[in-house]
T-cell receptor, first 115, second 116 residues
């Protein structure tokens, strides 16, 4: 069965510093990978997704992620974080022949931004 | 174009009561998914529905939980005889009819269920 691991439960970063959130997946076929962000008390907003093609994908709010098949990873990066980036970040893998009938989520990484 | 709508946003029930959670997908979307998020955890898939059909309910508890997506109206997640362990945030997501393998699920704001 597929699984997603986000090894960092909580990360604290200074405003303006760079950010990398780790995500590792386990899935036998070509994965469909997603990063979502959840602000407190809110739903999930899609940041970016990878289905095929270029392994470096650009998303909204200045985020990007790189798919590395050899490492089974899909890490999220941002060169300079803003205070508004403080939120919970979830990595997910889509499972099915068509892409995403069912998403399997990691447990999330909570990002705190300090001035 | 309105996003995925869920109501109520907050629901309080006493043990043994029934909870009904509603989800209206985005316009033009015919696929609905329900996920549950327990405190301090990620989202767990519960059920995937298309209009009038349950496609995958592998994540749904066998008892007390049911879901439907009728031809007309919103999708309903129903929890009978709620227990304290049902307290969680329940999220609905929708996606358009699958014509290409690149569809994305769009999430609603969630319903936060508290069982007293």
């Amino acid at each position: 069965a597929q699984s997603v691991t986000q090894p960092d439960i909580h990360i604290t970063v200074s405003e303006g510093a760079s950010l990398e959130l780790r995500c590792n997946y386990s899935y036998g076929a070509t994965p469909y990978l997603f990063w979502y962000v959840q602000s407190p008390g809110q739903g999930l907003q899609l940041l970016l997704k990878y289905f095929s093609g270029d392994t470096l994908v650009q998303g909204i709010k200045g985020f990007e992620a790189e798919f590395k098949r050899s490492q089974s990873s899909f890490n999220l990066r941002k060169p300079s974080v803003h205070w508004s980036d403080a939120a919970e970040y979830f990595c997910a893998v889509g499972v099915s022949n068509f892409g995403n009938e069912k998403l399997t989520f990691g447990t999330g990484t909570r990002l705190t931004i300090i001035p | 174009n309105a996003g995925v709508m869920q109501n109520p946003r907050h629901l309080v029930r006493r043990r043994g009561q029934e909870a009904r959670l509603r989800c209206s997908p985005m316009k033009g979307h015919s696929h609905v998914y329900w996920y549950r998020q327990l405190p301090e955890e990620g989202l767990k898939f519960m059920v995937y529905l298309q209009k009038e059909n349950i496609i995958d309910e592998s994540g749904m508890p066998k008892e007390r939980f049911s879901a439907e997506f009728p031809k007309e109206g919103p999708s309903i997640l129903r929890i009978q005889q709620v227990v304290r362990g049902d307290s969680a945030a329940y999220f609905c997501a929708s996606s358009p009819p699958r014509q290409v393998a690149t569809d994305t699920q769009y999430f609603g704001p969630g319903t936060r269920l508290t069982v007293l």
